[in-house]
């Protein structure tokens, strides 16, 4: 009585009569459904024990509790002296022992808990509560069970018990699916964190203000701290703190993409995050963009991808593609792409521009003298020297061989020719290697109407080969050739 008055408050006069006369049993039950029930007569209408008729026949109590679709247990006594009086079907079926599988509890302890550590923990804490129960004079605290069941199976039970007196009744809802989705979502979770570790694509979200997705909260995932080399004890920065960490040639449009995103809200960037002066971070940013009804920006979601070394490698690639491996001046290729390039810019806009092909003089003597090494050490000596006296927007390569060809935009034939001079000076001012002075013969050709950039090349190595017909060591203009 004193139980339910302190859950419901002070009973009535009936309520009085019909609590002291009902069997200890019925009292089990009640303490059983007292959790859930919104009040006495609830607890009472619930069970029919308004009637008296369940108080009244033990029978129709046992039919009821076997009848629960969770196992229950009955037992009277208490320590090793407890014994088994009732197990429901639920019970027997679901847990799968009988009474004569465990006639008291010392039988029981061993089957549902065969591991002798964790036995031991159950009891100790099982113990605990109901001293804490007695002593609070309050419910049983529930507690989470894994038992061995009859066919050999672990389940997981939540474990509920009340007493009175001697009797005692114990409740186990089994939540086994419950626990092996949650450990299969955290384990999927920690599988998902790993990939994305090993991905090095972290996630986030940013929560604008104003409608302003410049301004406002960030939330990342771990490895986005880790992408930016960020401690997540000291938290997310801000989205205008983010902001600032944006290499400035990247922020603005950043911004722009986000601003004018489609109707799905989609958008994929990449871009440069500079931390503290390091070097830069390169990284590929897809987000989307949600709105609510009115078109208001709730929140910014999306994924980030460090793809430093993916720049660098596209970039090495990117390299070797255009410049000659022995040199590092561009390459045949490259060259052939410019040409190809001015051609256009001259057909739209007369903007003149000339070439410049050199030949190593007597190169393959110096090949057969001091060995093919010493022959690469020149060509690359040769072209730094080319290179060196070379404003920016002048382009310098390997033709073949040891031929060079020298891009010059918006200059003419006679501008060209006083490059081709420098160049000729630079390549004969000095010994060259192991080789000693080395000469060089040059050919010039300008663009003309009518002339693609393929027949320019061609003038210009008829030129080339016009100054080494002249003796080498000379200048030759395509201009000045007779018609061929």
């Not at 408050?9 to 069997?23: E, H, K, R």
């Not at 007493?163 to 998902?192: D, P």
């Not at 979601?301 to 022995?326: C, F, K, N, P, V």
């Not at 382009?395 to 501008?415: I, K, N, Q, S």
């Amino acid at each position: 009585m004193l139980v339910l008055e302190r859950r419901f408050g002070a009973l009535t006069p009936a309520q009085q009569a019909m609590v002291a006369g009902a069997d200890l049993a019925t009292k089990a039950v009640w303490l059983e459904v007292l959790p859930t029930a919104r009040g006495l007569d609830d607890l009472f209408a619930a069970r029919g024990f308004e009637s008296g008729e369940l108080a009244s026949s033990p029978a129709a109590l046992s039919d009821l509790i076997d009848a629960s679709p969770v196992p229950m247990v009955i037992t009277e006594g208490t320590g090793d002296l407890e014994r088994i009086v009732f197990l429901n079907r639920e019970f027997r079926e679901r847990i799968g022992y009988s009474e004569s599988d465990i006639p008291d509890v010392r039988y029981w302890w061993p089957l549902a808990y065969p591991d002798p550590a964790y036995r031991q923990a159950i009891a100790s804490a099982w113990k605990a509560r109901m001293a804490r129960a007695a002593r609070d004079r309050d419910r049983i605290e529930p507690m989470e069970v894994r038992i061995r069941c009859g066919d050999g199976a672990m389940r997981v039970f939540q474990a509920h018990a009340t007493s009175i007196g001697s009797w005692n009744l114990g409740v186990f809802v089994e939540i086994t699916a419950l626990r092996e989705a949650q450990e299969e979502l955290a384990l999927s979770k920690e599988w998902l964190e790993e990939a994305q570790r090993i991905a090095r694509l972290g996630h986030w979200i940013a929560r604008p203000e104003d409608n302003d997705p410049g301004q406002g909260e960030l939330w990342w995932s771990r490895v986005t701290y880790d992408i930016f080399s960020c401690d997540p004890a000291d938290g997310a920065p801000t989205i205008e703190q983010y902001r600032e960490i944006i290499h400035p040639r990247d922020r603005e449009r950043l911004q722009r993409l986000v601003a004018e995103c489609g109707d799905d809200g989609q958008y994929e960037v990449e871009y440069r995050v500079v931390r503290d002066g390091g070097e830069p971070v390169w990284v590929r940013e897809l987000g989307r963009v949600l709105r609510d009804d009115s078109g208001r920006v709730e929140r910014v979601i999306g994924t980030i991808l460090d793809i430093t070394r993916q720049r660098a490698l596209q970039q090495e690639l990117e390299y070797r593609a255009s410049h000659d491996a022995l040199t590092g001046l561009y390459n045949r290729a490259k060259l052939q792409q410019l040409l190809r390039e001015m051609e256009l810019g001259y057909r739209d806009a007369r903007e003149p521009f000339s070439v410049v092909l050199l030949d190593v003089d007597h190169f393959k003597t110096v090949n057969d003298r001091f060995g093919h090494a010493i022959g690469d050490e020149v060509l690359q000596e040769l072209s730094w020297r080319i290179a060196s006296v070379l404003e920016p927007e002048q382009h310098a390569g390997r033709w073949g061989g040891e031929e060079f060809m020298v891009l010059l935009p918006r200059t003419d034939e006679r501008a060209a020719a006083a490059v081709a001079g420098r160049i000729a000076d630079a390549v004969t001012r000095h010994e060259v290697a192991c080789a000693g002075y080395v000469t060089a013969s040059l050919g010039v050709a300008e663009m003309r109407p009518g002339l693609s950039g393929g027949a320019l090349a061609n003038q210009a190595d008829r030129a080339l080969y016009a100054a080494k017909g002249d003796g080498r060591n000379c200048i030759r203009r395509a201009s000045e050739l007779p018609p061929g």
